[in-house]
């Protein structure tokens, strides 16, 4: 028990060390995005990324952002829910 510890203190420290938080944040709420939003969303998705809290949605279909557009609040809640933080603040749709 004690290793695994020391392994996940190492890694936390490689990670921030390495300044590779931003990146690895980005991954999982991408992964956050398919999982909550299905195919029929995630296949319209075309880029994800988040800077200093908002969080950058382009879409393929413009009827899709729109739609979207009216849950953008409950979707930043869900996804706050998920990452177990306040790390998504706004999404902007593209």
């Known amino acids: 028990m004690e290793n695994n510890l020391k392994?996940?203190?190492l890694i936390?420290?490689?990670i921030k060390e390495?300044?590779?938080e931003n990146g690895l944040e980005n991954v999982k709420i991408k992964d956050m995005w398919h999982e909550l939003m299905k195919n029929g969303v995630a296949?319209?998705?075309t880029?994800?990324?988040l800077?200093?809290?908002t969080l950058y949605i382009k879409l393929k279909s413009s009827v899709l952002r729109e739609e979207l557009s009216y849950g953008k609040e409950k979707i930043v809640k869900l996804l706050n829910?998920?990452?177990k933080k306040d790390l998504i603040k706004k999404i902007v749709l593209r």
């Open 43 to 45: 296949n319209y998705t």
């Open 51 to 53: 800077k200093n809290g």
């Open 12 to 14: 936390k420290f490689f």
């Open 18 to 20: 390495n300044n590779l």
């Open 81 to 83: 829910e998920k990452l």
């Open 47 to 49: 880029d994800i990324n």
């Open 7 to 9: 392994i996940d203190s």
